[in-house]
């Protein structure tokens, strides 16, 4: 995978995490440097750690010397997976959860829960990056530093604008992540 690849995956992944933060940010009373920071490096690092574990799983499953009909099974596989990804987020678009607002600050436990879970996405866009032999380091480097960058993004846009916000990132996400499958979908038919 080329780094742009690369690049369009973990923005689609991210996406994912600017909406729950910007339904966060919405409930904020108010937001505080380093409260911020420990939000945003919470979210990455759970995407990151379900990222690496969903690459070790895919190792398992392919094994080295495996003919040119079985790389094409892995990919289109991998393409299955960045595609109902990508139909999930556009599921939760077209769901369009209304999140009834109100001045909170957020526990550390509910916010690694919340991390936990959204992080089950990256898992399993980890099997797929790793079923395409993708770079994993420099994978894991560009997922972090997105989604750092769209959690700290989709706290202060919630904040400033309110969780409606969170409708429009599902839907580039999801069109992200169909690219994606479509992309190797092309690349292992030609």
């Known amino acids: 995978m080329s780094f742009g690849e690369i690049l369009i995956v973990c923005f689609g992944l991210s996406l994912d995490v600017f909406a729950v933060t910007a339904c966060m940010g919405a409930m904020l009373a108010r937001i505080r440097t380093g409260r911020l920071i420990v939000l945003c490096l919470i979210f990455s690092l759970w995407q990151v750690i379900a990222f690496v574990l ?16 079985t790389l094409g099974i892995w990919r289109i596989v991998s393409a299955g997976i960045f595609l109902a990804l990508g139909a999930l987020l556009i599921g939760k678009a077209l769901k369009n ?7 909170s600050e957020f526990p550390i436990k509910k916010v690694m829960a919340a991390g936990a879970l959204l992080s089950i996405d990256a898992f399993f866009a980890g099997v797929g990056f790793g079923l395409l ?7 894991g ?10 959690a700290g ?26 690219a994606a499958g479509v992309d190797v ?6």
């Open 185 to 190: 979908i092309a690349r292992a038919l030609a």
């Open 133 to 139: 032999n993708a770079r994993w380091l420099i994978t």
């Open 153 to 178: 993004g989709g706290i202060l846009t919630g904040y400033h604008f309110g969780y409606e916000q969170k409708t429009k990132a599902y839907w580039v996400g999801g069109a992200l992540f169909l």
């Open 54 to 69: 969903g690459r070790l799983l895919s190792a398992f499953l392919q094994p080295d010397g495996v003919s040119a009909v």
């Open 97 to 103: 959860k209304v999140i009834f607002e109100h001045r």
């Open 141 to 150: 480097v560009t997922l972090f530093a997105v989604s750092v960058l769209c």
